[in-house]
């Protein structure tokens, strides 16, 4: 008897297990066919006058997709100015699914964020990563910047002058 019951609520729980589950998929909403599929994403240059002035920040840009996949039309929707030029030649390069019979072009947000790291952080740390479907991070250290103008690279040797003589 005590078996019984021990399967029949074993049962009973399993039952409910699935049909919560169930619920779960059934909600879950299908992937939009109008939803612009990645094919190419390209992660963009820190543009050396952002790290020289220490500006980092989100770039959100507007693109067109045709029926081919490729960037018609980009549009900076916002972000810091000396960080735009870069995340808007960066997104003409980006490159999406194909689709047939659609006359209209889609239009897909991308997230560009600019991160600037300390100057002492370890190489395998400051590669881009992306994050589907549409955000990209770069992140730069933090360099140092030769602020005068006639200092000369280390190992350089100036070449002498010919003295001049006079007649």
């Not at 490159?95 to 889609?106: A, D, G, H, L, Y």
Request: proline letters at 10%; charged letters at 20%; zero cysteines.
């Amino acid at each position: 008897m005590r078996s019984r019951t021990i399967n029949t609520t074993v049962t009973v729980i399993a039952m409910s297990v699935l049909l919560s589950s169930a619920e779960v998929i059934s909600k879950a909403e299908p992937p939009s066919s109008e939803q612009a599929q990645v094919v190419k994403a390209v992660a963009p240059a820190y543009p050396v006058i952002a790290i020289a002035a220490g500006v980092g920040g989100t770039v959100t840009t507007e693109v067109e997709i045709d029926a081919r996949g490729l960037v018609t039309a980009v549009r900076t929707v916002d972000g810091p100015k000396l960080l735009r030029a870069a995340a808007e030649i960066t997104s003409r390069r980006w490159i999406f699914s194909p689709v047939e019979n659609q006359t209209k072009p889609r239009v897909v947000r991308l997230l560009f964020a600019f991160k600037l790291m300390p100057k002492d952080t370890p190489q395998d740390q400051l590669l881009p990563i992306f994050m589907p479907p549409y955000q990209v991070e770069v992140r730069q250290a933090k360099g140092t910047l030769i602020h005068r103008v006639d200092s000369d690279p280390p190992g350089y040797v100036k070449p002498q002058r010919p003295s001049k003589k006079k007649y």
